[in-house]
């Protein structure tokens, strides 16, 4: 199994472009996540879906749009980068309930000039 | 809402000696309970958990016990080495359907030979 396969693995952007954060997962998991990783700041919550069709906001959604139109894939559009969206990018997913545990991503380490 | 409260690290220990890292929680409920282990340069991976109160986790060494009476999941192993140089995140997923996930900031951990 490949497990979470995210693309790309480094990205340089100026501002005020657009991007899509490739995220897909083929354990046939409901719950997937988007998370961002900053220095000292932890990880912060984007987006989460809980299946097909299912998305929901997180802690830090501004200026991300999602949508999962399949099990497999949640794309992260970045709609006008900024300086402030410069981080690490992880997607993550796993089955429903409490239970379980994520299966994460390498990660999209991006870069907004 | 709920959090996650890790010891503030880094944390900067010799091989062969013991290790603790704290980690406390505020859920309604009963959450499930996670460690993860972060290597430089990747995403997160689970190392271990434990889903109701009582349980012990453990994987590679590492254990840790859900204690509800002090709502506290603390990390321990009893001799690291320095290939477990990494930083380890407590996460939390609440009692309801979907398990929404809450991580504390991380403690970076360092072992030196």
């Known amino acids: 199994n490949a497990g979470v396969t995210q693309t790309p693995k480094f990205q340089v952007l100026k501002t005020g472009q657009s991007m899509t954060l490739q995220c897909a997962q083929d354990?046939?998991?409901?719950?997937m996540s988007w998370y961002r990783q900053d220095p000292g700041m932890g990880l912060r919550l984007i987006h989460y879906s809980v299946g097909a069709g299912i998305t929901d906001q997180g802690e830090v959604p501004n200026g991300y749009n999602v949508s999962r139109s399949t099990t497999e894939d949640f794309p992260l559009r970045l709609l006008s980068a900024a300086p402030s969206q410069t981080s690490v990018y992880f997607c993550?997913?796993?089955?429903?309930?409490?239970?379980?545990?994520?299966?994460f991503g390498s990660g999209t380490r991006l870069t907004v000039v | 809402g709920n959090s996650v409260t890790q010891m503030e690290g880094p944390v900067t220990l010799s091989e062969e000696a013991f290790l603790t890292i704290n980690c406390t929680y505020t859920?309604?409920?009963?959450?499930?309970l996670f460690w993860y282990v972060q290597y430089p340069g990747e995403g997160l991976q689970l190392l271990l958990k434990?889903?109701?109160?009582?349980d012990k986790g453990s994987n590679k060494g590492f254990e840790a016990t859900y204690r509800k009476e002090t709502t506290s999941f603390h990390l321990e192993k009893g001799s690291v080495q320095v290939s477990d140089s990494a930083v380890y995140f407590c996460?939390?997923?609440?009692?309801?359907?979907?398990?929404?996930?809450?991580f504390g900031d991380g403690t970076t951990l360092t072992v030196k030979p």
């Open positions: 859920a309604t409920g009963y959450p499930s």
């Open positions: 996460a939390l997923s609440e009692n309801t359907n979907a398990g929404k996930s809450t």
């Open positions: 354990m046939n998991h409901e719950y």
């Open positions: 434990a889903t109701k109160a009582d």
């Open positions: 993550a997913s796993r089955p429903l309930g409490r239970d379980y545990g994520y299966t």
